[in-house]
C-alpha cells in the first residue's frame, strides 16, 4: 500500500487539493467553495453565505470531484488530500444549469417592477446559466406575502427557498422569527402568523437575500440601482462607527447599506444606522437662519444671523458662556467649537450631556479590546448594559462568544432581553447596583490585587457572596476575558463607583476593560478638548448653575440631556441660547433665541473616532438641505467676525491640519468616586431607547413606528404596583422635583423592587428628573 505524497510546502493543518487544474493547500475541514473562492474560482451559489451556517438547499454549487459517481455541492463537500475538483466540466456546468431551470419554473418574470432589479444574484447568475427559452409551460405558484413590519417589504412569490433569512434571523439575530413550513413546493418562508421582525439587525436579511423576495420597505420604488452613487458613510448613532455605502440621487441620501469590514461591523448593519437617512427629511429641517423677534420667529440672511449672534455673544463675559455639544459632533466641529470657546474667554464647554457624575473626571474611554476580539472571549461581563441596544453589532459579537462556549455574566438595574444565556446575572435598583459592583470588586480584591484608596473606605463594610465570587473566578479562569461597562452605568448617578469597582475587577482578573462611550464621537472630542479647561462647568453643572448665554451645538433639549427638565429651565432662563441645529423643531425653538442651520452628519466631511479609537473619515455623501451650511463653515465665519484668532483658514484640510498639530488631551480618571447613596424611595431606572438616541434617528418614521420604540412607560415590579394600588394597563401619575408625567402601567418581574424603569427620550418623560431619583407615583 502506497502512502499519500505529501508536499514539504504544505501548512500544518492544510491539505493539497486541485481545482481546475491548479494546485493549492487549504485548511482540513474547509468546503470547497472556501478554496475556491480563495483562489478566486467562481462558483454560483444562492444559499451560501459566508457568514451564515451551511445548508446545501439550493444545488447551485455543484461541482465534478474525480472518483465521486455525481457531482457534489461545494458549500458542503469538504476538502481531503488530493482531492481534484471541476468547476467547469461538462458534468458541472450541466448541472448548475439544470438547477437554475428547476430554481426559474416557479419565479415570477417581474424583474421590470421588482426593487432588487439590477443588484439580484438571480438575475446575474441566471445570465451565465440559465436558458433563453423556458420549458415549463404550467401554471406558475403564488404565495400570500406577510407584514413583518415598517423595514422590510415582502414579495414571497419570488422566494427560492434559500433559507439565508432563516438562518440569519435564528443564527445571527438569536430571534428566531422566521422559519419555513409546508414541504416540497409548498414550502413557505415566513413567521406563520404575520408577526413584526423584532430584531435590532432584522434589515440585513435585505442584504443576504438573493432575489427580491425581502427588500427595504421605505425605499421601495424610490430609485433603481443604477441611478444611485454610492458613497462612503460612518454610522453615527453610536461609538462602534458602522462602515456603511449611503446611496444617493441628486444629493439626497435614498438607503444605506452595509460596507464591509470586518474590524468593526464585519458585513452586518444595526436597522438604526440602514433607516435613520429618513429623518433627515422630516418636515422641521432647519432649511434657513432664524431670529426670535417679538416672541415669533424671523428667517434672516447668514450675515445678519451670524452678525447678531457676534454681538449678542461680545456682550457676555466667558465665565457667563456655556457650550453644550452633540456627542456625534465631529471632530473638526469640535475642534473648531473649543477654539471658539478659547477666544471668548469660556472654560465652559462640554459635550458629556448624559452624564450625571463627573467626580472622577471620566471622558473619552473606550475598548481597550479591538472589537474583532470580543468574539473570542472565554468569558464576558456586562454592568450596567443592555447592550443589545446600545450596540447591536457588539452585541452580536458577544453572541458568537457564547455560542462558542463563553460564560457570560451580567450586573444590570433590569433584567434586560438579550439573545443568548447567561451563567450568571444580578438585577438590582440603583442604590443596590453600586453595591452589587462593590461586592464584585471586593472579591477580585480577594487574589490580592491592590485596592485604590479611594475604593477601600467603600469596600470595608461590603460583604462578599458565592456569586460575586464565582463571576471573578470565571473571568480569571478563561483564556480571554472582557468586561464591558454600558450606558445603564455610565448615566448612573454614581456611576464613577461602578467604573472604579469594574477597573478594579478588570485588573484582578486580567480582562479587558471596556467602557461603552455615551456618543458617537465621544472619544474623538474628547481628544480635541470639548471638555471643561481648568476651573471649568461640566454640563450638569453648567444646568445647575445656569449661564446667561448658551451655545447649543447639535442637542436638542430636552431629549439629548440627562435631565431634561433641568436642561429646559437652564436655556429657557437663559437671555442669549444660539442653536447651531439641524432641525427647527418645537423644542429647539422653545429655548433658542437664534437658530443656525447645520448639516447633518452625512453631508458634511468628518473624522468621526470609533470605540477602539480608531479615526475614521468620511467625505460629504449628501446635499445640505435648504440653506443649511456645514458647521466648520459656520464656525469659520463666526470665528471671524468675533475677531478670534485660528480662524483665518479656508478649507477643511486647514482645520485637520490645525486640528492634528495641537496635542491631543490627556484623558486622565483623577481616581475620585462619588459618595454611596442610600435609597429613600422609588428610584428612577432611565435608559435611552435604541430609535431614540439622536435627533435623526427620533424623526426616522420607520424606526418610530417600530415595534422596539414602545412609547413613555412605567414599568414596575409586581410589589412596587401593588402598593402604589397600580395594575397592569392602568395609567400612573409620576411625579418628580420639576414636572410631572401620565404613563400607561406595565409590571414586570425584569424590573427590581425599588426601581421605576422609565425610558428616557420621549416627550411625555422629558420633565421627568434624572436616572436615580426619586419619584413620586400615584393613580391618574
Not at 438607503?255 to 458585513?267: K, W
Not at 452605568?489 to 467604573?499: D, E, G, T, V
Request: proline content about 6%.
Amino acid at each position: 500500500m502506497s502512502a499519500q505524497p505529501v508536499n514539504p510546502n504544505t501548512p500544518p493543518d492544510h491539505v493539497n487539493i486541485e481545482i481546475d487544474g491548479k494546485p493549492m493547500t487549504a485548511p482540513k475541514g474547509s468546503m470547497i467553495i472556501h478554496a475556491a473562492d480563495k483562489a478566486g474560482v467562481p462558483i454560483p451559489r444562492f444559499c451560501y453565505h459566508d457568514k451564515l451556517p451551511i445548508a446545501a438547499n439550493c444545488r447551485m454549487c455543484l461541482v465534478e470531484v474525480e472518483k465521486s459517481p455525481k457531482p457534489m455541492p461545494a458549500c458542503a463537500t469538504p476538502v481531503m488530500e488530493g482531492m481534484k475538483v471541476l468547476t467547469r466540466s461538462a458534468k458541472a456546468l450541466n448541472s448548475q444549469r439544470n438547477v437554475m431551470e428547476f430554481l426559474l419554473i416557479n419565479h415570477p418574470l417581474d424583474c421590470p417592477i421588482c426593487d432588487q432589479g439590477g443588484e439580484c444574484e438571480l438575475q446575474d447568475v441566471s445570465m451565465g446559466y440559465g436558458r433563453s427559452v423556458s420549458r415549463f409551460v404550467e401554471r406558475k405558484r403564488a404565495v400570500a406575502d406577510e407584514d413583518i413590519g415598517p423595514l422590510i417589504a415582502t414579495e414571497m412569490t419570488r422566494c427560492i427557498q434559500c433559507t439565508r433569512c432563516v438562518r440569519f434571523v435564528g443564527e445571527v439575530a438569536g430571534t428566531y422569527e422566521l422559519g419555513g413550513m409546508g414541504r416540497g413546493e409548498n414550502l413557505e418562508i415566513g413567521t406563520y402568523v404575520g408577526k413584526t421582525i423584532e430584531s435590532e439587525i432584522g434589515g440585513n436579511i435585505i442584504d443576504v437575500c438573493p432575489v427580491g423576495a425581502l427588500t427595504n420597505k421605505p425605499f421601495r420604488f424610490r430609485a433603481r440601482a443604477w441611478e444611485l452613487v454610492a458613497r462612503e458613510g460612518i454610522g453615527y448613532h453610536d461609538a462602534q462607527g458602522s462602515n456603511l455605502w449611503l446611496h444617493t440621487r441628486r444629493g439626497e441620501v435614498l438607503r444605506h447599506v452595509p460596507r464591509d469590514n470586518e474590524a468593526i461591523n464585519e458585513c452586518w448593519l444595526s436597522d438604526r444606522d440602514r433607516y435613520s437617512h429618513q429623518g433627515l427629511y422630516a418636515s422641521d429641517r432647519a432649511l434657513q437662519p432664524q431670529v426670535k423677534r417679538n416672541g415669533g420667529w424671523v428667517a434672516v440672511s447668514w450675515d445678519e444671523a451670524l452678525a447678531l449672534v457676534a454681538e449678542k455673544l461680545k456682550t457676555v463675559s466667558g465665565d457667563q458662556l456655556g457650550t453644550l455639544v452633540h456627542p456625534a459632533t465631529s471632530n473638526e466641529e469640535g475642534h473648531l467649537l473649543a477654539a471658539l470657546s478659547r477666544g471668548l474667554d469660556s472654560r465652559h464647554i462640554d459635550h458629556r450631556l448624559r452624564q450625571l457624575d463627573f467626580v472622577d473626571g471620566a471622558a473619552g474611554n473606550g475598548f481597550s479590546t479591538p472589537v474583532a476580539d470580543i468574539e473570542k472571549a472565554g468569558a464576558v461581563l456586562l454592568v450596567g448594559s443592555w447592550l443589545r441596544h446600545e450596540l447591536p453589532l457588539i452585541n452580536h459579537r458577544v453572541r458568537k462568544a457564547a455560542k462558542r462556549g463563553a460564560k457570560v455574566f451580567a450586573l444590570n438595574p433590569v433584567d434586560f432581553d438579550f439573545n443568548y444565556d447567561f451563567a450568571g446575572k444580578t438585577i438590582a435598583a440603583p442604590a443596590a447596583l453600586v453595591d452589587e459592583a462593590l461586592k464584585l470588586a471586593k472579591a477580585a480584591a480577594e487574589s490580592g490585587v491592590a485596592v485604590p484608596a479611594e475604593l477601600q473606605p467603600l469596600l470595608a463594610d461590603i460583604a462578599v457572596d458565592d456569586a460575586a465570587r464565582a463571576t471573578v473566578a470565571a473571568l480569571k479562569d478563561a483564556t480571554a476575558s472582557v468586561l464591558i461597562v454600558g450606558e445603564a452605568a455610565a448615566m448612573h448617578p454614581q456611576a464613577s463607583i461602578l467604573r472604579a469597582a469594574a477597573r478594579l475587577v478588570a485588573q484582578a482578573t486580567d480582562s479587558g476593560y471596556n467602557e461603552i462611550p455615551l456618543g458617537a464621537n465621544a472619544v474623538g472630542l474628547s481628544r480635541v478638548g470639548v471638555l471643561p479647561q481648568a476651573g471649568g462647568l461640566d454640563a450638569r453643572s453648567m444646568l445647575q448653575q445656569p449661564r446667561k448665554a448658551y451655545l447649543l451645538y447639535g442637542a436638542e433639549a430636552p431629549f439629548d440631556f440627562a435631565d431634561g427638565g433641568l436642561a429646559m429651565q437652564a436655556l429657557t432662563s437663559a437671555e442669549t441660547v444660539v442653536a447651531f441645529s439641524a432641525f427647527a423643531s418645537d423644542n429647539v425653538k422653545a429655548v433658542a433665541t437664534i437658530i443656525l442651520p447645520i448639516a447633518a452628519t452625512p453631508e458634511i466631511d468628518a473624522t468621526l473616532v470609533n470605540l477602539n479609537g480608531t479615526a475614521q473619515v468620511a467625505a460629504a455623501g449628501a446635499k445640505p438641505a435648504g440653506e443649511s451650511r456645514p458647521g466648520w463653515r459656520v464656525l469659520r465665519a463666526l470665528g471671524a467676525k468675533l475677531g478670534v484668532s485660528g480662524f483665518d483658514f479656508t478649507e477643511i484640510a486647514d482645520v485637520r491640519a490645525a486640528m492634528n498639530a495641537r496635542p491631543a488631551a490627556a484623558l486622565v480618571t483623577n481616581g475620585k468616586v462619588a459618595n454611596r447613596v442610600k435609597p429613600t424611595g422609588l428610584a428612577r431606572i432611565a435608559t435611552v431607547p435604541v430609535y431614540r438616541g439622536d435627533a435623526v434617528l427620533r424623526r426616522s418614521v420607520p424606526l418610530q413606528s417600530h415595534p422596539l420604540t414602545v412609547g413613555g412607560r412605567l414599568v414596575l415590579h409586581p410589589a412596587d404596583a401593588k402598593q402604589a394600588g397600580l395594575e397592569q394597563g392602568m395609567v400612573a401619575k409620576v411625579s418628580g422635583p420639576v414636572g410631572i408625567a401620565t404613563l400607561p402601567v406595565t409590571i414586570s418581574q425584569d424590573v427590581p423592587a425599588g426601581g421605576a424603569w422609565i425610558e428616557s427620550a420621549y416627550l411625555e418623560t422629558a420633565a421627568l428628573p434624572a436616572y436615580g431619583a426619586d419619584l413620586s407615583i400615584s393613580k391618574a
